[in-house]
């Protein structure tokens, strides 16, 4: 399995943004996809976004497709969010999780390694 490593949380106002960092070891990072998902108080866990291996595609949440981005960079064997406008309903726990193959998409089932999350709280 993928070891995974989430960072990047924080408190941040409403219309602000950040960037999140999954750094990733152990077994091969490069030829797996990567996802985003999070678990808002009281919800059921959340995809978010997923990247294929070599970052060639793409797929977003309708919830957050025109505000987050999630790129990656192999040689560093990191994978990033970029969140922008958030809004105090973006406040969860956040994710990232390596999938089996070399893109993992929206479900869960799919990912099989899971980093332990980090806290991202928006105040309105």
């Not at 490593?5 to 219309?15: C, H, M, N």
């Not at 985003?36 to 959340?46: C, L, M, S, T, V």
């Not at 793409?58 to 922008?84: C, E, W």
């Not at 479900?107 to 309105?124: A, C, E, M, R």
Request: charged letters at 20%.
């Amino acid at each position: 399995q993928v070891q995974l490593v989430e960072s990047g949380g924080g408190l941040v106002q409403a219309g602000g943004s950040l960037r999140l960092s999954c750094a990733a070891s152990g077994r091969i990072f490069s030829g797996r996809g990567m996802g985003w998902f999070r678990q808002g108080p009281g919800k059921e866990r959340e995809f978010l976004a997923a990247i294929s291996w070599n970052g060639g595609s793409t797929d977003y949440a309708d919830s957050v497709k025109d505000r987050f981005s999630i790129f990656r960079d192999n040689a560093k064997n990191t994978v990033f969010l970029q969140m922008d406008s958030l809004e105090p309903e973006d406040t969860a726990v956040y994710y990232c999780a390596a999938a089996r193959s070399a893109y993992g998409g929206f479900h869960s089932l799919n990912y099989d390694s899971w980093g332990l999350g980090t806290q991202v709280t928006v105040s309105s």
